[in-house]
């Protein structure tokens, strides 16, 4: 089959691979119809995550159908049209009981390596790296669901996949965000990234409650999305955030933020009057969590930090003081999508969402090493690329 593989840093190609097989009796194999590319994926194509190996095959959002199930799945049946959560989870162990998924101390073949990392050993992931599993993605014609009888969802008829795709990360993750963040009713919540989970991240805040919303970013296109759903928005790259904000919250801050942003962070503006720009052997650098130390920055006292952004190891910089000043509350989390299956399944039904609206690019696999640079780089308006391995 073909799929798209990660060979080094921002060298992905899109190979012939063997078919993937049933290797455990809760196995499923799942027709890929349709997959995304993440902005996780980019840390990976960036070279961020450690643990990525010449001949991964990528990729942790996508759907399709059953085409095989082990002989210990009663859930799944051939011909099962479903929708695939990222985090592959057990069902049985202390974390997933908690509702904590993405923990599941079961599904990680590689737990020793994320418990030395990390002090715990971490749910499996599709497509991401050998800290979480080294399970092959779906960024693939055909994809080894492990654990299928727990958190593949099948999906309603009359929906596209468009619309159904992503319940398997994005949307949930924005809806996590939201509810992390501790909304109440007509708060000032500010984001900070317009990129997709950004954008899921705006629409879930309003569904819970938020008052205004102000999305900060410095991509054009991805501004006036936000705009379109009713934001404010700030370019920080055009003007200063926090007195923009400070503004627009009588000199308080917003009430609650959420970081959607992660390791692609760019630095700008006011950052560099707060802290110093070293660049430490051991973690990131300030310039590369921007985001997370203007969230902190500017979220009044009091106030909630949700961070939904991916970071991989130690952070550089990280404002703890003001943290501890303000009184801040600070949630984040890889996305429990389990969670709110139902719940946003029910809003997409109900018309109250309709997540198809972030596609900016369609193509096939073939296409999709130069997919992964376009989003990237933002080309070409690019906010989230679909790809159909099959037509
Ligand atoms: P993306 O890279 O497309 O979007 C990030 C956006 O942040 C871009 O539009 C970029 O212009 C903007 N940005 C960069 N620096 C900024 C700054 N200093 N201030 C404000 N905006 C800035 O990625 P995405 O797909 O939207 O994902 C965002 C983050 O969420 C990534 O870190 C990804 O790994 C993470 N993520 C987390 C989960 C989870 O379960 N927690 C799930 C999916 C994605
Ligand atoms: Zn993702
Ligand atoms: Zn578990």
């Known amino acids: ?99 904590l998924w993405s923990c599941c101390e079961r599904t990680n073949r590689d737990a020793d390596k994320a418990r030395e990392m990390f002090g715990h050993p971490c749910g499996g992931l599709f497509g991401y790296s050998h800290l979480t599993g080294h399970y092959p993605g779906g960024q ?10 727990v958190a593949p969802t099948k ?11 992503f319940l398997t990360d994005i949307l949930p993750t924005g809806y996590q965000g939201a509810v992390y963040a501790e909304i109440e009713d007509g708060d000032t919540v500010a984001i900070w ?41 700030i370019d920080f790259e055009q003007e200063d955030t926090y007195d923009r904000l400070n503004k627009i919250t009588n000199g308080r801050g917003p009430d609650r933020v959420i970081e959607a942003v992660g390791m692609e962070a760019h630095g700008a503006g006011s950052w560099d009057a707060w802290g110093d720009r070293a660049l430490a052997a051991t973690g990131l650098g300030t310039d590369r969590i921007h985001a997370l130390r203007e969230c902190i920055r500017n979220v009044r006292a009091g106030g909630t930090v949700s961070v939904s952004g991916v970071f991989g190891g130690y952070l ?58 376009t989003f990237r780089d933002k080309k070409d308006g690019c906010i989230k690329v679909v790809m159909r391995p099959h037509g």
């Open 1 to 99: 089959m073909r799929a798209l593989v990660w060979h080094g840093r921002t060298d992905v190609r899109c190979d012939t691979v063997p078919d993937p097989v049933i290797e455990e009796p809760r196995d499923a194999i799942v027709k890929v119809t349709a997959t995304a590319i993440c902005g996780s994926d980019l840390h990976l194509y960036d070279g961020y995550i450690p643990g990525m190996m010449n001949g991964d095959i990528l990729g942790h959002e996508f759907m399709g159908e059953v085409v095989d199930v082990g002989p210990g799945n009663t859930k799944l049946k051939v011909g099962d049209r479903v929708v695939v959560p990222f985090t592959i989870c057990c069902g049985e162990c202390f974390f997933c009981l908690k509702g």
């Open 316 to 373: 550089n910089g990280f404002p703890f003081g003001a943290a501890v000043q303000k009184g801040l509350t600070i949630r984040t989390g890889q996305c429990n999508v389990l969670n709110y299956m139902q719940t946003l399944i029910r809003a997409i039904e109900e018309g109250k969402i309709d997540p198809s609206f972030v596609i900016t690019h369609r193509c096939g696999l073939e296409d999709g090493p130069k997919m992964y640079e």
């Open 193 to 233: 990234g317009a990129g997709p989970v950004g954008q899921m991240a705006l629409r879930c805040a309003k569904m819970l409650g938020a008052g205004h919303v102000v999305v900060i970013d410095r991509v054009p296109e991805r501004l006036a999305m936000a705009a379109e759903a009713g934001a404010e928005t």
């Open 140 to 149: 693939a014609e055909y994809v080894r669901v492990p654990f299928a009888d």
């Open 155 to 165: 999906v309603p008829d009359g929906f596209s996949d468009e619309q159904m795709l």
